[in-house]
């Protein structure tokens, strides 16, 4: 129904993303509103939330609707929706820097004028996502030369 393999429903039941009902057996049943969430689940996951994001998202699914709540609520998409804009941008300066590749690579060499225009344009475009302070990674400072490139 969702597509998830078994591994995944076991990992994401262990990690409390989502808590089916067992049987008598110890199998898990899921319920519509199990798959409904783990539909969500897929959507979050192309999203790129994390797994605390996620399980935060259950827990607000499975609360009572009250004003704290919606404000939890309210800041976490809001958060969400500001680092998916983010991404947006740097995946348009992707797109842009395939299309020029693939028009230079449309009956022209590449030359040095050419490797120069896209490594300037790599650059800008690693400095804009090292830069974006939403970026979920981790990179390594420029001024400890001894850490992993």
Known sequence: MTGLSADTLRYYDKEGVVSPKRSENGYRQYEDQDISFLKNVIVMKYAHFSLDEMKSMEELYSRKADANCSEICKEMLTSKITELRHAIQNYQKIVTLMEELLSMVDGVDFDRVHMKQINGFISQ????????????????????RNEVL
Do not use: E, M
């Open 125 to 144: 475009l690693f400095d804009d996502i090292r830069n974006d302070r939403l970026c979920p990674h981790t990179w390594p400072s420029q001024t400890n």
